[in-house]
């Protein structure tokens, strides 16, 4: 460990110190490290100490970085996200980052980081690191739309996968954890949708016209079609139109998410789009997940024999809720909806 590494630390240290005049003290000299970091290894450092910490002042610092000192930020959440052991980790803090909206999010397009995150949720077969992955997408398709250009056919693949594992449960996952995901792959829906209607349309007609996928489509996505008006691009738009870059060069991020919320015929489903944005962005201590009413959702029979609702995760004792909540999320159907989902 050099020098600088471990004046970080104990900076750090200092930093999550129950005495505030320390934990003064260390501020501002640990946002000059950062500042003047030239090869990383201060800003790694940090990264290293919220996945062991989840430190809600590394969390801070890390919400600081600015161009170009994003570049080795990328590089290490992409190097944390492609490790099992620290994926969950590297996913909860991209989603705290990119929900504050940083000036360097449109990099993430052209970065590893996504490629990434797509093999994840394409792969992955923890069901809490696909609910705070999914989430994480959700939050960030707005703000990279040119990305569906170059992998439109990967988002629309991971959609598939998380209907398709919803409705399946190969794993046997508590109930608790499958209202989680289907509320996931709802507010996926609702982001593909409403972004891309013409061509996740025609992938919808194709994927789900086969044998194999029915029931999926039967439990699954028919009741997520049923609660979407037309989008008025399925009558004037074309698929090589919403998928051109330049599309999109008028738009904000909430005018994105604000169109994705008009063809929702759900009645929480624009409330909670905008709260998302609209919300200032201060950090969210995520809440400890409720009591959930189960007696109204369909996946409740399927996986009658799953276990216990309160089991945890095989990655740890983290709930989906603590993971993904900083990412924001979207309400579902009301035949799946809970009375007390943290969306």
């Avoid at 129950?18 to 450092?45: H, I, N, T, W, Y």
């Avoid at 996952?173 to 025609?202: D, K, N, Q, W």
């Avoid at 999926?216 to 996505?221: A, K, P, R, S």
């Amino acid at each position: 460990m050099s020098r600088e590494q471990a004046s970080i630390s104990e900076l750090l240290l200092s930093l999550d110190s129950s005495e505030l005049q320390e934990a003064e003290r260390a501020r501002l000299p640990a946002c000059m490290f950062l500042l003047s970091d030239k090869g990383g290894a201060v800003l790694s450092s940090v990264v290293e100490y919220y996945l062991d910490s989840s430190s809600s002042q590394a969390l801070l610092l890390l919400s600081s970085i600015r161009e170009p000192h994003h570049k080795v930020l990328l590089e290490k959440l992409n190097e944390s996200v492609s490790r099992s052991g620290t994926r969950l980790g590297a996913l909860t803090l991209l989603g705290h980052l990119i929900r504050k909206q940083p000036p360097w999010v449109h990099h993430i397009s052209r970065s590893p980081l996504l490629l990434s995150l797509l093999r994840c949720l394409k792969t992955d077969s923890d069901v809490v690191v696909l609910i705070t992955g999914v989430l994480v997408l959700v939050t960030l398709l707005p703000m990279i739309p040119q990305a569906g250009k170059q992998h439109i056919n990967d988002f629309f693949d991971v959609f598939g996968r998380l209907a398709s594992r919803s409705c399946k449960n190969p794993g046997h996952e508590p109930v608790a954890h499958l209202v989680h995901l289907h509320a996931g792959t709802y507010s996926l829906f609702h982001r593909l949708y409403g972004m891309f209607p013409c061509s996740f349309i025609s992938y919808l007609r194709l994927h789900y016209s086969m044998k194999e996928n029915l029931d999926t489509f039967q439990e699954v996505v028919k009741p997520m079609l049923e609660h979407v008006r037309v989008h008025p691009e399925l009558v004037t738009g074309t698929q090589d139109y919403e998928l051109d870059p330049s599309r999109w060069r008028c738009y904000e991020v909430h005018d994105i998410v604000i169109e994705c919320s008009r063809v929702s015929l759900d009645p929480l489903e624009s409330s909670c789009e905008e709260d998302i944005y609209s919300s200032s962005c201060s950090l969210i201590t995520p809440l400890p997940l409720p009591h959930l009413d189960l007696t109204c959702s369909p996946v409740t029979d399927a996986v009658s024999s799953s276990g216990d609702s309160s089991t945890s995760a095989s990655s740890g004792n983290s709930t989906p809720s603590e993971t993904a909540g900083c990412c924001g999320g979207s309400s579902t159907p009301q035949r799946w909806r809970s009375r007390a989902l943290p969306w």
